[in-house]
């Protein structure tokens, strides 16, 4: 009995050892290779879990945590895990307006600008009391919180409100004067477009800037049209059928063209126009934005 209990304590000693010795190496990581398997399988696009070994290290080596977590952040960003990076920015939040500008930046880029411009307003008190963050000692702290404060209140509320809140910083003359002119290119329709295009095939396009499609409407209308004329003047019945069935749905999409020119020509000068108002009031990435 009691060699067999010795034999079975044994082999539970030689099954244990192993296993303890490499719960040390799982207790006490080595920094630079912790740090290179988490960003080995974050390059790897293993996100989910990148994002445990991220977490793991900066756990151990909280004397690093700020590169740690902008990886955490962006592996639970492309994992498209966004509930599990807000639950994590809530629980781990801090008296720094930096951690407002972490979760405020991840529901931006999530299109959740009203949930964004709501945090950064509730956090504006905190701002007051210093002029940089902590976690982004490098950075002009204030401009970049101003800035994404900004955007939310354009994406959440309208170019009304976001004229209200433009970043002290920046060129102000402009920026309104970029506001000013996307609120007067709104996106709309036009029926005298449309009524263009039906009087002339592809004039209601090239009166709005769309002189190729225009002229491509122009030249399948007048073609088709030709076609099905020559069609009945030879008593091709079946030609005729076919071709007038094309000419006449190729007329009611040059109409419909004609309509939309003016919302199509609205939305490209709307896009130019926000391009040039990011050029002035430019978004800080809070994260690691791709590999």
Not at 81 to 98: I, M, R, T, V
């Amino acid at each position: 009995m009691s060699m067999r209990f010795f034999a079975i304590s044994l082999f539970l000693v030689e099954l244990i050892w192993p296993v303890a010795g490499f719960s040390e190496d799982i207790l006490n990581p080595n920094k630079a290779q912790q740090y290179n398997f988490a960003r080995a399988l974050y390059q790897t696009g293993q996100f989910d879990a990148s994002a445990a070994e991220w977490l793991r290290y900066m756990i151990f080596f909280a004397d690093d945590s700020n590169s740690g977590r902008r990886y955490l952040l962006s592996s639970l960003y492309l994992s498209q895990n966004s509930q599990a990076a807000e639950l994590w920015l809530a629980d781990n939040k801090k008296n720094d307006p930096g951690y407002d500008y972490e979760l405020a930046f991840f529901r931006y880029q999530k299109k959740k600008f009203h949930a964004a411009w709501q945090l950064l307003e509730a956090a504006s008190s905190n701002l007051m009391k210093t002029d940089k963050s902590t976690l982004y000692p490098e950075q002009k702290f204030i401009s970049d919180f101003a800035a994404l404060r900004f955007w939310s209140v354009f994406y959440a509320a309208g170019i009304d409100l976001a004229e209200k809140n433009i970043p002290g910083q920046v060129d102000q003359k402009r920026v309104r004067q970029l506001l000013k002119q996307l609120k007067m290119a709104e996106a709309t329709t036009s029926l005298w477009g449309g009524a263009a295009s039906a009087f002339i095939p592809g004039l209601g396009q090239m009166i709005h800037g769309r002189t190729s499609d225009g002229f491509v409407s122009l030249l399948a209308v007048a073609l088709t049209g030709t076609l099905t004329w020559l069609a009945y003047r030879h008593n091709e019945k079946e030609l005729f059928l076919s071709m007038g069935l094309l000419s006449a749905a190729l007329y009611s999409a040059n109409i419909y063209g004609g309509y939309l020119a003016p919302y199509r020509s609205a939305q490209r000068q709307q896009n130019h126009l926000r391009t040039a108002l990011s050029e002035l009031i430019p978004l800080q990435p809070a994260f690691l934005m791709s590999r």
